[in-house]
């Protein structure tokens, strides 16, 4: 009887002390929803920020495919005839000043002409032996540094090679022509750029070089 009595009274204490803490519970709620609130939120602007965006329609209701970075870049405009002209006039005046330079002291001749090319004149005795189409050293060293400046310009080279003027031979004539051309050629110039013309009127071999003529 005494057992069964601590029995009730122990049970009864922790009746009270769950009533009590039931009664609190209210309070203790109270307290932490704005913690859950502000947490919530939190999630809820997260989720907003890291949504993914949505890609264009297309017409159709399909989405319209695109590359991640893709930018087209605006189409530059097409020089005129005129610019490229200009802008050739001004390559080879400033080419003759720096080759008359380099050759200054040697009898090689570089001049402007009224049409703005410029003519590079080479003595016959400094380009080819008597009889021969084979280019000396003088000249090779006159066609290497024009080649050089003219690889990235859209310049046409005429090339005007003499006979021998005892021989007066029209074969030795082209086969010279043809031996300057294919230099310049070997030296990077398209073969279509070099063009091989009839003698100068001098014993020279004249270069020519001008503007590209459209096509």
């Known amino acids: 009887m005494v057992a069964y009595a601590y029995c009730g009274c122990g049970g ?24 859950f609130a502000a ?15 949505s890609a264009p329609v297309a017409a159709g209701g399909s989405a319209a495919p695109s590359a991640p970075g893709s930018q087209v870049s605006p189409r530059q405009p097409t020089p005129s005839p005129a610019t490229k002209a200009a802008s050739t ?22 001049a402007l002409q009224p049409d703005g ?10 380009s080819f032996d008597a009889g021969k189409a084979v280019v000396k050293p003088p000249l090779a060293a006159v066609l290497d540094r024009v080649a050089a ?5 859209v310049t046409q080279i005429v090339v005007r090679a003499p006979t021998d003027a005892a021989a007066k031979s ?11 051309r294919d230099y310049l050629v070997a030296r990077g110039l398209a073969e279509t750029r070099v063009i091989v013309s009839g003698p100068a009127g001098a ?3 004249r270069l020519v070089v001008t503007d590209m003529p459209a096509p």
Do not use: Y
């Not at 769950?18 to 109270?30: E, G, K, Q, T, Y």
């Not at 947490?39 to 997260?46: E, K, M, P, T, Y």
């Not at 074969?171 to 300057?180: D, I, P």
């Open 117 to 126: 090319s410029m003519r590079v004149d080479v003595p016959l005795n400094f």
């Open 12 to 35: 009864a204490s922790r009746m009270q002390h769950r009533a009590s803490a039931l009664d609190r519970f209210p309070s203790i709620a109270m307290r932490l929803f704005p913690l």
């Open 170 to 180: 029209a074969t030795l004539l082209g086969e010279r022509g043809a031996s300057v």
């Open 149 to 153: 400046g003219q690889l990235q310009e």
């Open 39 to 53: 947490s919530a939120a939190i999630v809820l602007i997260a989720g907003c920020k890291t949504a993914p965006s």
């Open 89 to 110: 006039k001004a390559h080879l005046a400033i080419e003759k000043l720096r080759l008359a330079e380099l050759f200054r002291g040697t009898p090689v001749l570089f």
């Open 203 to 205: 014993a020279v071999v």
